[in-house]
């Protein structure tokens, strides 16, 4: 499974509409508005990179308010629950 967070630039005055076609998007996980330079975040999860490379320009950029994206993969999650598991495989 390959997980990104996809920044967009969208239209300032449409973000909440942005926002909940995005969030509409099967493999878009969560959607959140964010200060600085990106207008809203999602983060989205994908089978492999191949699908990430389709769902970005067929998906997310088609969304008529989104202007400009860029795309982080990433490599290793450090949350508490993924480290938990990690930690209970083959154990008992």
Request: glycine share 4%.
């Amino acid at each position: 499974m390959v997980t990104a967070f996809v920044m967009m630039k969208t239209d300032p005055h449409r973000i909440p509409e942005s926002a909940q076609d995005i969030a509409n998007i099967d493999e878009v996980q969560a959607v959140y508005s964010v200060t600085g330079k990106w207008d809203l975040v999602a983060m989205v999860k994908t089978p492999n990179l191949e699908d990430l490379s389709d769902l970005v320009p067929a998906k997310i950029s088609k969304v008529a308010t989104v202007h400009d994206t860029e795309t982080m993969v990433a490599f290793r999650t450090y949350s508490d629950q993924e480290l938990e598991a990690s930690f209970s495989l083959g154990g008992e």
